[in-house]
């Protein structure tokens, strides 16, 4: 069973940065993708950004192309979303996603991933 945390939600205004954290655990296998996804009251789930742990090829959606950044530390088993010049349209609760034993095809789409977080809330005033 994966087991994931996410951390580093808060409230900023506009133009501001927050670095969201993801640590993961039970999972021992080597390759896999793990994604950030936000909902909005009211929104379907939508994909973020997302990472392949073996390769290291990254995904984003288009809203935020420039202005995010997910990595990882393997070391820490820990995922991150570095977001920077957020917009009050960045409002939303973020999740981590870990695929687990589905095989993802489409990085970006929570329906792929089996895994998930309790999301930690962001809130971009403007």
């Known amino acids: 069973q994966v087991h994931l945390v996410e951390s580093g939600g808060g409230s900023v205004q506009a133009g501001g940065s927050l670095n969201l954290s993801c640590v993961v655990s039970?999972?021992?296998?080597?390759?896999?993708?793990m994604g950030w996804f936000r909902q909005s009251p009211g929104e379907e789930r939508e994909g973020v950004a997302a990472?392949?742990?073996?390769?290291?090829?990254?995904y984003y959606a288009d809203s935020v192309k420039g202005r995010f950044t997910i990595s990882q530390d393997n070391a820490k088993n820990t995922l991150y979303l570095q977001m920077n010049s957020l917009k009050p349209e960045d409002t939303g609760m973020y999740y981590c996603?870990?695929?687990?034993?589905?095989?993802?095809?489409?990085?970006?789409?929570?329906?792929?991933?089996?895994?998930w977080g309790q999301g930690t809330q962001v809130t971009v005033s403007s």
């Open positions: 996603a870990h695929e687990g034993e589905v095989v993802v095809v489409h990085a970006l789409s929570p329906a792929e991933y089996q895994y």
């Open positions: 039970g999972y021992s296998a080597d390759s896999y993708y």
């Open positions: 990472i392949n742990t073996n390769s290291g090829d990254t």
